[in-house]
């Protein structure tokens, strides 16, 4: 099975907070947090479709100038997420700019702006390039708690913990992962081929069985043709899909590790800050963080298939592996 989610730490266990996420066979391409992403190419940074910060200290929302700055003057329509107030933060940066040449632009970049309420409820603007990025508010969809984001292939759901400031964990999933068997495939007569990416779309979408699905055939005399969707379906499998977790910045108390849980359950890859050694749990509890001990030990709580340590504290440089050492016995259950 191809996992559909592809993620990595922009700036590795030690740098500013930003995991990038591809995905397989689409072009958008998601970014848990928004710190120092100068490491990322262009190219890279067009690809993105949706950013999900988790609150807005500057070591994680550093890299938004970085974004605006090569997004300017592209077409292109970006979804931002983040915790209370984030709405008017943007804005403030935006507006720290003159804009008065934006007419100039023939291609125009839209912002759309989702902020998360403590009762997670979510309220949206836009800021729009040809309007000098002027706040215009939009309406909201009411969707299911927590779940900020339903796109057709994914979903990003989230939890709010305390940092001494609201920080959003976030829990990415794939919506179903649909495996073909290309023996059945050409046991109906059909070619295997890029035709079968459409048809796990179809499926990956729940369209109905009698949707139209282009196929390519064997024999030479019709190769190519329609077949409804239920008469495919025996053709693959569907299986849960992937799920990747990101917690950061958050203190180690009972209700943050009550909301992770809950949150991160039985994620495949969980990217968990690991910023303090547990000799110093003194320090982390002052500064709100959890110790490399404290994060193991609430994967292996959540039932996390893997984890990815990070956000290692500058005082450890040269000692970062002690701290993922740390975390994974936790994780593993060693004392």
């Not at 179903?176 to 290309?182: D, L």
């Not at 290692?312 to 993922?324: D, H, Q």
């Amino acid at each position: 099975m191809r996992p559909y989610l592809h993620p990595n730490l922009v700036n590795g266990r030690t740098g500013d907070p930003a995991v990038y996420v591809e995905t397989l066979f689409e072009k958008q391409t998601i970014l848990f947090d928004l710190g120092d992403i100068s490491k990322l190419p262009p190219r890279k940074i067009l690809r993105l479709s949706h950013i999900f910060v988790s609150h807005t200290h500057i070591d994680h929302f550093i890299g938004f100038d970085r974004l605006l700055r090569v997004l300017t003057g592209r077409e292109q329509q970006l979804n931002l997420y983040g915790p209370p107030d984030f709405i008017g933060q943007v804005q403030h940066k935006l507006q720290a700019y003159c804009w008065n040449l934006v007419g100039r632009y023939t291609n125009d970049l839209v912002l759309h702006v989702t902020e998360v309420a403590p009762s997670l409820e979510t309220c949206a603007a836009a800021f729009r390039l040809k309007n000098a990025f002027t706040l215009e508010p939009r309406p909201c969809s009411p969707g299911a708690p927590g779940v900020i984001c339903n796109e057709p292939r994914f979903r990003v759901s989230t939890a709010i913990l305390d940092h001494g400031t609201p920080c959003l964990a976030f829990a990415a999933g794939e919506s179903a992962h649909v495996n073909v068997w290309k023996n059945r495939v050409v046991e109906l007569g059909l070619q295997v081929g890029p035709w079968l990416t459409d048809l796990k779309r179809a499926i990956a979408d729940n369209k109905p069985d009698d949707h139209p699905v282009r196929v390519r055939r064997l024999d030479g005399a019709r190769r190519d043709g329609e077949m409804p969707l239920g008469a495919l379906r025996g053709l693959v499998t569907v299986t849960p899909g992937q799920k990747i977790a990101y917690v950061t910045d958050t203190a180690d108390t009972d209700a943050n590790r009550a909301a992770i849980v809950k949150l991160v359950q039985n994620a495949d890859i969980l990217f968990i800050e690991t910023t303090f050694s547990q000799e110093d749990a003194a320090l982390a509890a002052g500064r709100q963080h959890l110790t490399a001990a404290a994060a193991g030990a609430i994967a292996r709580e959540a039932g996390v298939r893997r984890i990815e340590p990070f956000h290692i504290s500058p005082r450890y440089a040269g000692e970062e592996s002690r701290l993922v050492d740390e975390a994974m016995a936790a994780f593993a259950g060693k004392p």
